[in-house]
């Protein structure tokens, strides 16, 4: 716990590749410290500064388009749950910069450190994968996004990155959709708030951003022997924002 006693709030939104996740995001970020907003410091983070350090043979793979970026073992969980753990808690983390326009190599060179945040935007496509991780969430978004449209998203990016078109629809036959089909998916039945239309979505956005700021002012508030009760029911997250949604009827919207 940091010394003002604050917690950060985590939000985790998952989602396919190309899904929207971090235009969501951008969203959400810009609703919580827009102009005219009581101001919440915010910051991003995304599961792709998480992916382990690979092997010369991984390496050399990853150079031919044959190693697996969607696999749940091509990522460090590890480090990712003890890093969540430590931002959750207000106490400095310091992260891989992780830049598509870069090998993962000279990406994992880089690192920065996470500012002080009331709230922490963590995406990712299998943040809800393992329990220890997605019960680290105090809301979990699931962006929904037909694979059509991700493809067609998909295939803008890869090409940015450098990769042909030919390569970009091989690796997606033969690792995304798989991937997406067989981890990530099935991880959307954990979301407290499942999301069509991305962050076109603005309702949505505009809905869930007073329940965020309730949850900022409730960390603030919050004693250690509270935060060791959230902390233990955590996993019931649905059940918790219902419990204090109830003992809050009148969440007002800012102006
Ligand atoms: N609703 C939308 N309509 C049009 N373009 C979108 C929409 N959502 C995302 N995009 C675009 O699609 C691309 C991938 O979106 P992004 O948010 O980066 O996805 P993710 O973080 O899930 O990989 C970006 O270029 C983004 O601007
Ligand atoms: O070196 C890499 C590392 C990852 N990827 C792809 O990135 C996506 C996950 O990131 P999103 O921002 O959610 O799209 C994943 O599907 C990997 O295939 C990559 O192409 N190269």
């Not at 959400?28 to 009581?38: R, T, V």
């Not at 959709?177 to 962050?199: H, M, N, Q, W």
């Not at 603005?202 to 009760?229: G, N």
């Amino acid at each position: 716990m940091s010394a003002n006693n604050k917690r950060t709030i985590l939000i985790g939104v998952a989602g396919g590749s190309s899904s929207g996740k971090t235009s969501v995001c951008e969203r959400i970020m810009q609703q919580l410290s827009g102009p005219g907003q009581l101001s919440s410091r915010v910051d991003m983070l995304s599961m792709s500064s998480f992916y382990r350090r690979l092997t010369d043979e991984e390496r050399k793979a990853a150079q031919a388009g044959l190693f697996n970026f969607d696999h749940p073992d091509a990522f460090d969980f590890d480090l990712m749950v003890s890093t969540l753990q430590d931002a959750r808690m207000g106490k400095p983390v310091r992260v891989a910069e992780y830049d598509p326009s870069l090998s993962l190599a000279a990406a994992q060179q880089r690192h920065r450190e996470l500012a002080l945040v009331d709230v922490l935007l963590v995406k990712g496509i299998l943040l809800f994968y393992q329990p220890r991780l997605r019960d680290l969430f105090d809301v979990k978004l699931f962006v929904d996004c037909d694979s059509d449209t991700r493809l067609a998203r998909r295939v803008r990016t890869d090409l940015a990155r450098g990769r042909s078109l030919v390569s970009t629809l091989n690796y997606h036959t033969e690792f995304v959709k798989p991937a997406f089909e067989g981890f990530c998916l099935p991880t959307k039945k954990y979301a407290d708030l499942v999301l069509p239309r991305g962050p076109e979505n603005l309702v949505a956005v505009e809905l869930m951003v007073p329940r965020i700021r309730d949850f900022v002012a409730e960390a603030t508030q919050a004693s250690p022997s509270k935060v060791a009760r959230r902390d233990r029911s955590n996993g019931k997250t649905a059940r918790h924002l219902s419990e204090s949604a109830a003992a809050q009827p009148q969440v007002s919207r800012p102006h």
